[in-house]
Each structure stands twice: as C-alpha cells, then as structure tokens.
C-alpha cells in the first residue's frame, strides 16, 4: 500500500524568505503525486500535480515542486512566501489501478510572520 | 462554475444520534468521493462513487456509516449510532471521472460529537 510522510508538522516563516516544504512517499510504481492547500474553513485546493515527463512542475500561486525518483521526494517550494500563503499543505499520492484512490500525508501547518 | 457544495457545514450532535451531510457535485463530474479529515490528519477516503455505483468503500466503517449517490448526481452520507470519535470535517470531492482527475473539493461539513 502506498504512503506519504511530512515530516514538518509546523513550519514558521518570515513573509518574503523562501519555503520548501518535504514530502516523501512509499510505493512500488512510479506515482500520480499532488499538493494541495487547505486555509481555514476551506476545502482543499490543488497546487500543482505530477504525472509524468519533466521532474520539475509549476503550479499556481508561484509554487513548484521537484519529483526526485531515488530520494521518493516530491518537495513543494516557493522562492518568497506571502502572508496569504498561511495554511496547511498536504502531499497526496494517487495509485493507478482500479480505483486511483488518493492518499494523503498528514500535512505541514505553514505559519508566516511579517 | 459552481463548486461541490456541501451542508451543512456545522453540526454538533450527542453520541447516539444520527447526522447526515449532503453533497451536490460539479455538474457533469460523474465521480463523486466522500473523505473524513481528523483534527491533525490528512483525508481519508470513506467511500467512491461512479455514477451511482460504488467503487470503493473498504475504509467505511459500514456497521455505523452508509452512503448512497442515487440518480448519479448529489450524495448522502449517514453516521447512525455516532460516537466520540466520529468527530471530524467530511470533506466531498468531485471529478471528470474516475482515473487521473483532478479532485474539486467542497468546504466540508465539520461535526462535534459531544
């Protein structure tokens, strides 16, 4: 069965300085991997997703992620964080088959001071 | 385009009672999932739809919970006896169709068990 850790319960941040934010995930194949965000009393919106082809993916808000194949890796980064940017972030990981069924991790509270 | 909408979007309710959230897709998305989100936890998927069928259910608790999605379009999801520990944010997600789609989320319905 396939994983997702997040190692970084809670990550607290200067507005205007960088953000990456880890994830690792366990599983046999080559996954379908996802990032969402979730702000308070919202439901969970995609930032970016990679399915194939290049390693390097953008996604919105100024956000982008790197799969890395032999270190399980798909770390979500932003080169200068926003105030709005505050909120939980979730890796997921979806498993081909018969149901694409998502799993995700346990999330990353970001914090962002001014 | 209208978003999944979802209600209510509070209830507190006493252990033993029964409670049930609604779920009203994005139009046209034939594939509709249901998630519980414990305080501290990523999504967990309860149950998936196709149409009106269901794909997947293995992490329903079925002697307490159940869903139906009749006529392929809006859902229901019942918990009868709740407990304690049903205490979460039941999150609906719709999509284009059951494979590599992105998931649209509602804001989810957040219930205290008390």
């Known amino acids: 069965a396939q994983s997702v850790t997040q190692p970084d319960i809670h990550i607290t941040v200067s507005e205007g300085a960088s953000l990456e934010l880890r994830c690792n995930y366990s599983?046999?194949?080559?996954?379908?991997l996802f990032w969402y965000v979730q702000s308070p009393g919202q439901g969970l919106q995609l930032l970016l997703k990679?399915?194939?082809?290049?390693?390097l993916v953008q996604g919105i808000k100024g956000f982008e992620a790197e799969f890395k194949r032999s270190q399980s890796s798909f770390n979500l980064r932003k080169p200068s964080v926003h105030w709005s940017d505050a909120a939980e972030y979730f890796c997921?990981?979806?498993?081909?088959?018969?149901?694409?069924?998502?799993?995700f991790g346990k999330g990353t509270l970001l914090t962002v001071n001014p | 385009e209208a978003g999944v909408a979802q209600s209510p979007r509070y209830k507190i309710i006493e252990k033993r009672q029964s409670v049930a959230f609604w779920c009203n897709p994005i139009?046209?998305?034939?594939?509709l999932y249901w998630y519980q989100q414990i305080l501290g936890q990523g999504p967990k998927l309860l149950i998936q739809?196709?149409?009106?069928?269901?794909?997947?259910d293995s992490q329903l608790p079925k002697d307490r919970f159940s869903a139906e999605r009749l006529k392929g379009v809006d859902s229901t999801l019942k918990i009868q006896p709740a407990k304690l520990e049903d205490s979460a944010v039941y999150l609906c997600?719709?999509?284009?169709?059951?494979?590599?789609?992105?998931?649209?989320f509602g804001p989810g319905t957040r219930l205290t068990v008390t």
């Open positions: 139009s046209g998305h034939a594939t």
């Open positions: 599983y046999g194949a080559t996954p379908y």
């Open positions: 997600a719709s999509s284009s169709g059951q494979g590599v789609y992105e998931q649209y």
């Open positions: 739809f196709q149409n009106n069928g269901v794909v997947d």
């Open positions: 997921a990981v979806m498993r081909g088959g018969s149901n694409y069924k998502l799993t």
């Open positions: 990679y399915f194939s082809g290049d390693t």
